[in-house]
C-alpha cells in the first residue's frame, strides 16, 4: 500500500508540473520522466500482487487519462460571408425600416415627455409671476399711462394702442415667463435632444445586422450609403447618409445634419412665433379701452383737484385715488379671471402646435428622419426590382 501512494504522489507532482507548462513538447518529456521514476518504485517494492495485469493495466489507464486531461485552445471558426443575394438584402431593408420605426417611437416619447414638463413650468411661471404682475394697482396704473400715449402717439388711435398694448404684454411675457423656464431647456434643445435619441437607439438597433445576416462590412456600408437619412432643399442643398449619421462620433458635425436643426428651430422659446400675441390681442383690445377709461378718471381727478386747489384739491385727488384703489381689489379676480383664460387658451394652442406640427414640432427632426429613411428604403427596393 505504501508503494501505491508513492506512485500516486509522484504521478500528482509530476502531472502538475506538466499542466504548469501546457506545451505539448514538455508534457512527452515529463511522461518519460515520470514513466521512469514509476519503474524505479516498482522496483524498490518486490510485492508480487502489484505487478498483477490488472493494477498495471489501472496505472496506465490512469496516466493516459491525465495526459489526455490538458486543454487545447481550438481556433475560433471563421464564419465566411453569405452571398448578398436579393433576398437578403430584402431582409436587411425590412429590418431597417422596422428599426427606425422603433426608434422614432422612442424620440417621440421623449420629446412629447420633455414638452409636456416645460409647459407645466410655463403655466406655474405665468400663474406665480405674470398674473400677479398684470393685474397689481401699480402695473394697471402705469400700464394706463401707456395706453394714453399709445393714443397720443398714433393717427390710428385706439386700435393703434391695442396693437402696441398687445406687443409690450408679448415683451413683458417673453421676460416674465419664457427666459426664466427657458435656461434649463426650452422647445429647441427638445428638438436637439430628440434628434440625438433617435440617432443613438437606430444605430443600437442596427448594430448586429452584418453578424445577423453574415453580411460583409463593405457591402452593408455600401448599403446604408445608399439610403439618405437628410435631404435639404433649401437655402443650400444638403443630404446626409445613413452610413455617415452611424458611424459619426457626433452627428452634430454633419453639416446636414446641423442644418436640419438650425432649420427647423428658428426660435428658442417655440412661442415667439406669435401664438401668445395673437391670443393676447382680444384681451388686449378690452384692456385697452378700461385703461383709457381708468386714465380719463384720473385725469378728470387731476383737473378737479387743480379747481379746488389748497387742502380742498388734494383731499380729492387722494379720495378718488383711495376710491380707484378700492375698485381696483373688488375687480381684481374677474380681471385675473379674464387673464388667466386668454392665457390658458395661447398656451394650449401653443403646446398642440410644438407637439403635432410636422415642420416646426419638438419631434420635427425626427419625422424628417424618419420619413427619408422610409423614402430611401422604398426608392432602393423599387430600383432593384426594375434592375432584377
Not at 413683458?172 to 426664466?180: A, I, S, T, W
Not at 417655440?270 to 391670443?279: A, E, H, Q, Y
Not at 378690452?286 to 387743480?306: E, H, I, N
Amino acid at each position: 500500500m505504501s508503494a501505491n501512494r508513492a506512485v500516486s504522489r509522484a504521478l500528482r507532482r509530476e502531472s502538475g508540473g506538466s499542466t504548469a507548462h501546457g506545451f505539448q513538447e514538455e508534457r512527452s518529456r515529463s511522461l518519460r520522466t515520470t514513466f521512469g521514476r514509476i519503474c524505479v518504485h516498482l522496483r524498490s517494492f518486490a510485492d508480487p500482487i502489484f505487478f498483477q495485469p490488472p493494477a498495471v493495466a489501472a496505472l496506465l489507464l490512469a496516466l493516459l487519462v491525465g495526459c489526455a486531461s490538458a486543454p487545447v485552445e481550438a481556433p475560433a471558426p471563421v464564419v465566411a460571408p453569405l452571398p448578398e443575394t436579393p433576398e437578403v438584402w430584402r431582409l436587411v431593408d425590412a429590418d431597417i425600416w422596422d428599426a427606425c420605426r422603433q426608434a422614432a417611437a422612442e424620440a417621440e416619447r421623449y420629446a412629447y415627455a420633455a414638452l409636456g414638463a416645460w409647459m407645466a413650468r410655463v403655466g406655474r411661471q405665468t400663474e406665480e409671476t405674470f398674473i400677479p404682475w398684470y393685474t397689481s394697482y401699480g402695473s394697471q396704473q402705469w400700464l394706463a399711462l401707456k395706453v394714453g400715449w399709445y393714443g397720443l402717439d398714433s393717427a390710428e388711435g385706439e386700435r393703434k394702442a391695442a396693437d402696441r398694448l398687445a406687443e409690450y404684454l408679448q415683451e413683458q411675457y417673453d421676460k416674465r415667463v419664457l427666459q426664466p423656464v427657458s435656461e434649463e431647456t426650452n422647445p429647441q434643445k427638445i428638438r436637439e435632444r430628440a434628434a440625438a435619441v433617435f440617432v443613438r437607439s437606430l444605430a443600437t438597433e442596427l448594430r448586429d445586422l452584418p453578424d445577423r445576416y453574415r453580411l460583409a462590412e463593405d457591402g452593408f456600408r455600401q448599403r446604408l450609403e445608399r439610403i439618405a437619412v437628410i435631404e435639404l432643399a433649401a437655402p443650400a442643398p444638403q443630404r446626409a447618409s445613413l452610413a455617415q449619421i452611424l458611424t459619426a462620433d457626433d452627428p452634430v458635425s454633419i453639416p446636414a445634419y446641423a442644418a436640419l436643426l438650425r432649420q427647423i428651430g428658428p426660435d428658442e422659446d417655440g412661442l415667439s412665433s406669435g401664438i401668445v400675441r395673437d391670443r393676447l390681442y382680444p384681451f388686449a383690445r378690452s384692456s385697452a379701452d378700461k385703461l383709457a377709461g381708468r386714465l380719463a378718471l384720473q385725469g378728470g381727478a387731476t383737473v378737479a383737484g387743480l379747481a379746488l386747489g389748497g387742502i380742498g384739491g388734494i383731499l380729492v385727488s387722494v379720495g378718488i385715488s383711495g376710491w380707484q384703489a378700492m375698485e381696483h381689489e373688488k375687480n381684481k379676480p374677474a380681471l385675473e379671471a379674464e387673464l388667466r383664460s386668454s392665457l390658458e387658451t395661447a398656451l394650449d394652442e401653443a403646446a398642440r402646435f410644438l407637439r403635432d406640427d410636422p415642420y416646426a414640432g419638438v419631434a420635427a427632426p425626427v419625422h424628417h428622419m424618419r420619413a427619408q429613411i422610409e423614402s430611401g428604403l422604398l426608392s432602393v427596393a423599387i430600383l432593384e426590382e426594375d434592375n432584377g
